[in-house]
């Protein structure tokens, strides 16, 4: 089982996005990483100058690096920043979030991220078709389905969503500017006082959602621990660690010490709530159940697939 | 510009002719299109005899097969697209890559067009859709200005519809799974938002709560109309403050859009609403009428004013203003 680094889809500084990445290539069993501005182009520019050191010293490190695209591409920069990604695809390999990207690959190889909407093997197999190697469903999809397309598609790597919050949506308004009274024009980059993103509660104070920028996510995290061997049954081969705030290195070596069946998955889960705490963990989309729900994995769930 | 009109029933099809369509678009009653509700939609020999009545009046009809095909099951999708064209569907909204590939292969001269589903947003996206299918006109997302629509018009080799009345999305339609999150039922896998079947009312000291999937929506005091919970429409809670965090409990009206969007090139405007009865149907498509009349005698409207809006709904004209974001 591979384990993929997700790109950080928060507004960090420029210098702790570049020191994350650092501790990263020396520390964590990751194969591969994804780096990039996935979720506003405004925020791009500013990680734009540490991305080659970034890039060598994960190489260095023996990581394979994805380069991800904009997940909603309107604005005339946006268009420009994408075409530029994809016409650099030939020394560097790309992760495309959206089909915008398909136009200008011509072909080559790529893999696509989790918001470009895979929900079947025909799907895939298209994509396959056009060039792509990897390919990492959207969280929302249950893992028969994801059994499905694996089984169809043995020469493409398939991934899941397995650790952070699950990204939910993508919009061209700023949630963040708009709760600071502001618009996305004149946001002020408020979204980097929320570098975990913006809790959103139910008015009786429930944790519900999460807002960063333009993107809802979860407010529980997807946790895919207990889940792994039911994953590995089916076929799927890798998983997707989206970054939080707190210790990654330390949530990657959970990750690959289940896999490699060195730690149980419940001692793991368990740690897993100390190294981010106070956040609920959720699998219901890979049990095709509601996405903040927390399933188990006794007789008649994943458990007992195949 | 054309003027493209839901049905979510036969009746509301016939109605929708009657007030002026020059369209209308509907779906089969299954999990292959984006409003799979109880009770709706259409069955093949009722879509067979509603195109077979539409084209008796000269109006054509679009058959919307517009979710993400389930992994394993692609034959429903496929039947759904072999009979809307054996049907004499005019065209085909279609979303997943799938039945694009599929419907372009199969049909070669069904004419498709890309749904709102896709979120096609620029014209680069627009090309892909142009080149891989021979897409003839694309369903925009929600989430673009009017200059924004101008440049893909002008860029494109397609024709471009908006929608203009109705439900407005705030989020780009078909990467959302807000939905998906707090009831486990997606727009994209099973044409469902907010469903019904986990909408709640409860009462306590004097408000009235609305839950979806368990959460709390929004909560309503006494003078206050209880609104449906739509996911994005709903009250929370921010360490900046409480409220329609996302978007007030709005629908889409552009009717003073219009000369902007006929500026702008676009082809069709869409009134949504397949869920909608059909007087209700009939009111929105007389009153869309009325005003295409008049723009073209030079006369603008600032709103569609229309009663059906008497919902405690107010409308707004969305993202087509730069402002909204």
């Given at each position: 089982m591979q384990l993929t680094l997700g790109p950080v889809l928060y507004h960090w500084s420029p210098e702790q996005w570049r020191d994350f990445h650092y501790r990263i290539a020396d520390e964590a069993p990751v194969d591969t990483v994804v780096i990039g501005e996935a979720v506003c182009s405004k925020r791009a520019p500013f990680k734009q100058d540490h991305v080659p050191d970034v890039v060598e010293r994960l190489q260095a490190a023996g990581k394979r690096v994805l380069h991800a695209s904009l997940i909603l591409v309107s604005l005339p920069r946006e268009r420009r920043q994408t075409r530029a990604l994809m016409e650099a695809a030939n020394e560097a390999e790309v992760e495309i979030n959206d089909l915008t990207c398909l136009a200008s690959l011509g072909g080559r190889p790529f893999a696509a991220g989790p918001f470009v909407n895979v929900y079947n093997e025909v799907t895939a197999g298209f994509l396959a078709g056009r060039g792509a190697t990897r390919i990492c469903l959207p969280p929302e999809l249950p893992l028969t389905a994801a059994a499905t397309i694996a089984a169809a598609l043995p020469e493409v790597a398939i991934e899941l969503f397995a650790f952070g919050r699950a990204p939910l949506a993508i919009s061209a308004r700023c949630y963040h500017a708009r709760a600071h009274k502001a618009t996305k024009d004149n946001c002020r980059f408020v979204c980097e006082l929320d570098p975990d993103g913006m809790p959103v509660k139910t008015l009786d104070g429930d944790g519900f959602l999460s807002v960063n920028g333009v993107q809802t996510l979860a407010h529980g995290c997807t946790s895919l621990l207990r889940d792994i061997p039911a994953i590995r049954r089916a076929g799927l081969a890798s998983l997707r660690l989206s970054p939080q705030v707190c210790d990654m290195v330390a949530v990657a070596r959970l990750f690959r010490d289940v896999a490699d069946e060195r730690l149980d998955a419940e001692e793991a889960e368990r740690r897993l709530s100390e190294i981010y705490p106070d956040v609920p963990l959720a699998n219901g989309f890979l049990h095709g159940a509601a996405g903040h729900v927390r399933m188990g994995t006794g007789p008649g769930s994943l458990g007992e697939l195949r | 510009m054309e003027l493209i009109c839901p049905a979510g029933t036969p009746a509301s099809l016939e109605a929708a002719v009657e007030a002026g369509a020059d369209a209308i678009y509907c779906g089969f009653r299954d999990e292959t299109n984006a409003r799979n509700f109880p009770g709706l939609n259409f069955s093949r020999e009722e879509l067979r005899k509603g195109i077979a009545f539409a084209h008796r009046h000269g109006v054509k009809v679009l058959v919307a097969i517009n979710t993400f095909a389930r992994a394993g099951s692609f034959e429903l999708w496929q039947a759904a697209v072999d009979d809307a064209a054996a049907a004499g569907a005019d065209a085909l909204i279609l979303a997943d890559l799938a039945t694009l590939d599929y419907a372009s292969r199969r049909h070669p001269d069904q004419r498709l067009h890309v749904s709102v589903q896709a979120g096609a947003a620029n014209p680069d996206a627009i090309r892909f859709y142009v080149e891989a299918f021979g897409a003839r006109r694309v369903v925009l997302?929600?989430?673009?200005?009017v200059m924004e629509i101008a440049t893909i018009v002008r860029e494109s080799d397609c024709e471009t519809e908006v929608f203009v009345f109705g439900g407005l999305c705030v989020m780009e339609e078909g990467r959302c799974s807000l939905s998906s999150y707090a009831t486990g039922k997606s727009p994209n896998m099973n044409g469902v938002c907010s469903p019904a079947s986990d909408v709640a009312y409860t009462e306590r000291d004097g408000r009235i709560s609305s839950t979806l999937g368990g959460f709390t929506i929004n909560s309503f005091g006494k003078n206050e109309l209880a609104g449906y919970p739509t996911l994005c429409k709903g009250r929370f809670a921010t360490p900046k403050g409480s409220g329609y965090i996302f978007e007030e409990p709005v629908s889409l009206d552009a009717a003073v859009m219009l000369p902007a969007l006929r500026d702008a090139g676009v082809t069709a405007l869409k009134i949504e609403g397949r869920q909608r009865g059909r007087a209700y149907i009939a009111e929105v498509v007389r009153s869309f009428r009325d005003i295409l009349s008049g723009l073209d005698k030079g006369q603008t409207a600032s709103s569609a004013g229309l009663a059906a809006m008497a919902e405690g709904q107010t409308g707004t004209v969305g993202a087509y203003r730069k402002s909204w974001r």
């Open positions: - | 997302p929600r989430v673009l200005n």
